[in-house]
């Protein structure tokens, strides 16, 4: 089947936006064949092919999130850790209503965070889920395969999970209790075989993923689990240095620095990403970047829980491997990645000028407005995260490249007056409507609608569920 985007204001590739890779495409069509973009230009439409009017409209990748928790979308805005920084609101809130997720509810949230990712322009998720536990009576990572195949997208399984707890999880439900290694080995072997798709444009990966390295396993445990994943030919990913928690952690129980401790037990590498990265000092940068570990950038929950902002500038100065994730909608009420976009651009920029002195305190610069652009930002939240999942057939605007591409419509009037259309989706926030989105060449959204969603069935659905839970929970 052939498709003409046809007429684009203006396109994004996802380019790093060096003379070899630019970050924009004069267009102003595309043409999909099948599951691939096949050409970019001015092309003439044939006879038979479907035509997608892209008049007034900005094309972006579709977006790659590379870190999320879908279970918790279910539990936005929870009152008990709605003003608490990460330690005391993973008690509060993931961990207090973590025993209510059953099969349905389980399955009501994975949907819902999928579909609010697909209304932002996202097909491709890669979720951290880490709801697993001894005599669990679901397979929650079927369910998410299910629902993503359902709704068309590409899914990567960040499979979490932990073989120890801290003291603030041991009083709680059987729900926390942790696996056995051997049980948590077994299962990463039946799901790489059960879903592992090497290619590079896969639809369906698997990751090796212990919810956080520095506190869910062993040392000895990560050395086999990272053995057991570069066996397996899969990825690795973790939570880490998301506040000076773990900093104080790590220097208490292992004398060194977080960083420097993962690539002691081979946890660093050009297969490896981590989510968050905000307390780093330089030599862990160094170290990040000389060995290829990627980062999952989380801006908003970071701001949500007063972890801070990470450098995220200094870090792609360096080489390290930038990618955006959402992290979960517990400390994240907007779980979809223009809001997280527009966070990231902003957020670099803020981190920067805070850093301005007075010239008479000995200052050399106002503000921090160089700190990140908006092509730079397409790149990360593209290219960057289909690169640290190992998709390098994703991503992109280009030829031969998967065809996952979102069609903007900037009819709202957050984005009359733009003298740059291009931009709009990122700095101007909000939520653009989709004339169309494409996965592997699969229209799975036209004219800013899902077929088969409900969303006003789905909204009744939730707030029935949240009832319930805080009922069970008290």
């Given at each position: 089947m052939s498709i003409l985007i046809r007429n684009a204001a203006a396109i994004m590739t996802g380019g790093a936006g060096s003379p070899d890779?630019?970050?924009?495409?004069a267009g102003p069509d595309i043409r999909i064949e099948g599951e691939t973009i096949q050409a970019i230009g001015a092309l003439v439409p044939h006879a038979s092919e479907t035509v997608i009017d892209a008049t007034d409209c900005v094309v972006y990748p579709a977006w790659v999130n590379t870190h999320h928790h879908l279970f918790q979308s279910l539990l936005k805005g929870d009152t008990a850790g709605l003003n608490a920084s990460l330690t005391p609101w993973l008690a509060a809130t993931p961990y207090r209503f973590r025993a209510s997720f059953d099969e349905k509810r389980f399955r009501l949230a994975a949907r819902i965070g999928m579909i609010e990712l697909m209304r932002s322009g996202c097909t491709t998720v890669a979720d951290h889920n880490y709801v697993y536990y001894p005599g669990m009576p679901f397979d929650s990572s079927a369910i998410l395969f299910d629902e993503a195949e359902k709704l068309g997208l590409r899914f990567v399984l960040l499979r979490?999970?932990?073989?120890?707890?801290?003291?603030?999880?041991?009083?709680?439900?059987?729900?926390?209790?942790?696996?056995?290694?051997?049980?948590?080995?077994?299962?990463i072997e039946r799901l790489a075989a059960t879903y592992h798709d090497a290619s590079p444009r896969a639809m369906r990966r698997v990751v090796m993923a212990p919810t956080t390295v520095l506190y869910s396993i062993s040392p000895a445990?990560?050395?086999?689990?990272?053995?057991?994943?570069?066996?397996?030919?899969?990825?690795?990913?973790?939570?880490?240095?998301?506040?000076?928690?773990?900093?104080?952690?790590?220097?208490?129980?292992?004398?060194?620095?977080?960083?420097a401790f993962c690539g002691e037990h081979d946890w660093l590498g050009s297969d490896v990403w981590y989510a968050h990265l905000v307390k780093l000092d330089a030599d862990e940068i160094a170290m990040l970047a000389q060995t290829r570990t990627g980062v999952a950038h989380c801006p908003q929950s970071n701001g949500r829980l007063g972890s801070g902002i990470a450098p995220i500038r200094e870090m792609a100065d360096a080489g390290v491997p930038v990618s955006i994730g959402v992290d979960g909608a517990a400390s994240n009420e907007a779980a979809d990645m223009i809001s997280e976009v527009h966070m990231a651009w902003l957020a670099q920029r803020a981190r920067r000028g805070m850093?301005?002195?007075?010239?008479y305190r000995g200052g050399s610069f106002e503000g921090g407005a160089d700190a990140a652009t908006v092509d730079e930002v397409v790149h990360w939240g593209t290219a960057g995260g289909a690169n640290v999942l190992g998709l390098p057939e994703v991503g992109r605007i280009a030829v031969g490249f998967s065809a996952d591409v979102a069609v903007y419509r900037l009819d709202d009037p957050r984005y009359f007056g733009l003298h740059d259309p291009a931009i709009g989706p990122v700095a101007s926030g909000g939520r653009p409507s989709l004339a169309a989105l494409f996965s592997a060449g699969k229209q799975v959204v036209s004219d800013?609608?899902?077929?088969?969603?409900?969303?006003?069935?789905?909204?009744?659905?939730?707030m029935s569920a949240v009832k319930a839970m805080l009922a069970e929970v008290g």
């Open positions: 890779d630019p970050s924009r495409a979490g999970g932990a073989t120890k707890t801290r003291q603030l999880e041991a009083e709680l439900p059987s729900a926390l209790r942790p696996e056995s290694i051997d049980s948590y080995i077994a299962d445990e990560m050395r086999q689990t990272a053995a057991v994943a570069r066996r397996l030919g899969l990825r690795l990913h973790s939570h880490l240095s998301e506040t000076v928690s773990y900093q104080d952690s790590a220097h208490a129980m292992h004398a060194c620095s977080p960083v850093a301005a002195q007075a010239v800013d609608v899902i077929e088969g969603v409900d969303l006003q069935e789905l909204r009744r659905e939730s």
